[in-house]
Nanobody, 120 residues
Framework: QVQLVESGGGLVQAGGSLRLACAAS????????MNWYRQAPGKEHELVAA???????NYADSVKGRFTLSRDNGKNTLYLQMNSLKPQTTPLYFC??????????????WGQGTLVTVSS
């Protein structure tokens, strides 16, 4: 099992920045891919960014050039630096992880989410 705990959400003005953190614990050696998703009320999860165990990253078109993934392997923590934030329906940001043994493209483990509010 893998436990994921997000932090760093909060209130920021449009154009501002936030850095989200996702601390992983448990069987982290089994993780192949880690992702950040976001979800607005009543909508499906939207994939924001992903990073493989080898360090390859992928970003949604809507955040390219504004969001950046990084990780601190010593702290088992994944970060999402979000710049030039836009006003939008308040979404929850979730950290998720997929096991290397998984036969699905969907994450196996999810954090509890952190709330990001961007005011106009």
């Amino acid at each position: 099992q893998v436990q994921l705990v997000e932090s760093g959400g909060g209130l920021v003005q449009a154009g501002g920045s936030l850095r989200l953190a996702c601390a992983a614990s448990g069987s982290i050696f089994s993780i192949n891919v880690m992702n950040w998703y976001r979800q607005a009320p009543g909508k499906e999860h939207e994939l924001v960014a992903a990073i493989s165990s080898g360090g390859s990253t992928n970003y949604a078109d809507s955040v390219k050039g504004r969001f950046t993934l990084s990780r601190d392997n010593g702290k088992n923590t994944l970060y999402l630096q979000m710049n030039s934030l836009k006003p939008q329906t308040t979404p929850l940001y979730f950290c998720a992880a997929r096991s290397a043994a998984s036969s699905s493209d969907n994450p196996d483990f999810w954090g509890q989410g952190t709330l990001v509010t961007v005011s106009s």
